[in-house]
């Protein structure tokens, strides 16, 4: 897969889950790629993308993401793992993840309203 000139930019939620499958489609990967097995897979690896900021404090973990181009480079991996699966999971499931994205960020204006949830990290309920 060549990746040049991909950019958050530039590059839709279709063109990625389009090259996604077709990695997978060009391994015959698909087999394995049972609903289960791919939010199994996608599990492990927010793990491991968790696994970079145990026992750091918030700021730390900043720091992290933002200044050590070393340990950025592996965040990099680990997240673009998570997204990878997350769009594979979409494509076998055959669900639109645009379509889903909009509709549950419209549930979510509705459970965190602004005007109540603004600068708070409270749960729906608790406001």
Known sequence: MDNTGLTDGKTTLGELKTRVMAFAEERDWQQFHAPKNL??????E????MEHFLWDTPEASRIKVLEDATR???IEEELADVVIYA??????????????????????????PVEKARGRSAKYNEL
């Open 39 to 44: 939010s199994m897979a996608l599990a492990a």
């Open 46 to 49: 927010a793990g491991e993308l």
């Open 87 to 112: 769009l594979q999971f979409s494509n076998m499931a055959g669900m639109d993840l645009a379509a889903s994205i909009e509709r549950k960020m419209a549930q979510n204006a509705a459970k965190y």
């Open 72 to 74: 950025r480079q592996k």
